[in-house]
């Protein structure tokens, strides 16, 4: 079912918000043209309302860029990908190597990363409050049908939490807003804080969610619950309770592991088997000054610019990421494209786009690297591409018949579970329970029996994350979590981050609104 409120306004912790939320594949709207004098009241008076109002609470992570109508949505693209995987050195941006920001791990407090996650996920924050501050009182006036008042107070709760993680995840410590009433100019809370608020939330929320609805993909649900429960006790070292966590989700039966690596990501299977949550988008836009700003914007920008014309931004992986992958590990060919291979994905063939003569991803020879004629290869990107936000045979570059696209960003899959609930079994003493999680990941990417590594448990684990999860929106943050990341990135790019430098300044223009945020993060 599609659910969408148009020009529906509401009150936010920001301001007026238009709701606009595509949550699957229908021709069902939810459509609300009053657009004067709307009250709390009136927009939670029924149960249509209240469900268009958790949908524009999604739209906050669904947003476009900084918030500003007609944008593409660059928050998911240059904030949230760049900060999972540009900090991590195996991937870049356009920029001449050496000379990028994250080449030196000193992000500006007024760059991409900084400036587009806190106030997109400070919006979604202030909807959830919005709606939480409103949904109970709807129920217990018998505006909203209990039961589903009472899971629509879940899926709240789930998304203000996702967006306080990533929040925490990035800055530290972060202002802990938990009405529309708090003080919009309050001071940071220690991240310990947020962690264990996020804790009390899934606690609660868990019993409030389905484990899967009929209709209505795209949708939190116990599943998700427990992924972000299980997140939160890893944080703060309580890791027999991320145990418990993780190891719900298996329990109830709809999540598992895709069978094929390379599926997990296709076009064709949207909030697939192994997605607990997942971005969801319309299937396609232009570039004409009333386009729809919820459209993914990321294939057009990690496509080689050899065959798009433009772009190029995000998304580009770097030569030592691909070495770093052990032979007959399938994850190499799913996650990125080296010089004179062909795309492994069966609706793409590289010589179908416009002015291309080759299957292949440019040649040893000759390798597609997005450098201006008579510059060095080694002076631009790199000739190798990221494959899992490349699987729409339909986007085809700048100024040709499409630009975006409908295919999901998968915010949290078991993949990462798995992995997950490996680390915290490795923490709490158990290396046997650790491997086991370990092989079932490492099997899926032999597509059969995986050899056993060795080394030390953690450093398995590491390595583990960084080809399980590239390319996608968490791996910085569970690297950070595991107090590895410095050792981390000196041990595999020689390099030292700077005191501080685990986390994202917080951006200047928000500290200049609100001069309680400071001090900045160390070192910046």
Known sequence: ?????????????????????????????????????????????????????????????????????????????????????????????????????????????????????WPNLYRAIGRANNALDNLQPAIDAGNVNADLGNRLIGEVLVIRSISYQYLAATYGNVPLMLSQNDDPFKGRDPEEMIWQRIVTDMEEAVDRLP???????????????????????????????????????????????????????????????????????????????????????LQLFAMPTDITGGGGFAGIPRKELYDSFEPGDLRRQATVIGPGEEHPDPLIDINMYEGVDINTCGTIADPWTGAPAGEAESD???????????????????????????????????????????????????????????????????????????????????????????????????IRRSGEATRYIQERYDQTIPAGHELVPVPNSELSINPNLLPQNEGY
């Open 380 to 478: 631009q990107r790199t000739g190798y591409w990221g494959i899992k936000s490349w699987r729409d045979p339909n986007i085809d570059g700048w100024g040709r018949t499409q630009l975006f696209g409908g295919q999901g960003h998968i915010w949290i899959r078991y993949g990462e579970v798995l992995l997950s609930l490996a680390e915290a079994y490795h923490k709490s003493g158990n290396d046997g329970k650790a491997m086991e999680n370990v092989m079932r990941i490492r099997n899926r990417a032999w597509g059969g029996i995986a050899p056993t590594p060795t080394g030390s448990m953690m450093d398995i684990i590491l390595e583990e994350y960084r080809h399980e999860l590239g390319g996608e929106f968490s791996l910085w943050p569970v």
């Open 211 to 297: 484990w899967s609805y009929d209709d209505e993909k795209g949708r939190v649900s116990k599943g998700t619950a427990y992924a972000v429960l299980g997140n939160a006790h890893m944080w703060l070292g309580q890791y027999d309770r991320a145990i418990t966590a993780f190891e719900a989700i298996e329990t109830g039966g709809v999540t598992s592991l895709e069978e094929n690596y390379l599926d997990i990501h296709a076009v064709a299977n949207p909030n697939g088997k192994e997605s607990i949550f997942e971005i969801q988008w319309a299937a396609n836009g232009d570039l004409s000054w009333n386009r729809n700003d919820e459209v993914n914007i």
């Open 1 to 117: 079912m599609n659910i969408k409120l148009k020009n529906t306004k509401l009150f936010v912790f920001f301001g007026v918000a238009i709701l606009t939320f595509v949550l699957s594949c229908s021709d069902e709207f939810l459509l609300d043209e009053n657009e004067k004098d709307l009250s709390e009241n009136i927009v939670f008076s029924d149960d249509n309302t209240a469900l268009a109002a958790v949908t524009g609470v999604y739209d906050g992570l669904q947003n476009d860029s900084q918030g500003d109508p007609g944008l593409p949505n660059e928050f998911n693209v240059k904030g949230i990908f760049r900060m999972a995987n540009n900090i991590t050195l195996d991937w870049q941006d356009s920029a001449v190597r050496g000379e990028s920001e994250y080449d030196r791990l000193d992000l500006s407090p007024d760059g991409d990363v900084a400036v587009k996650i």
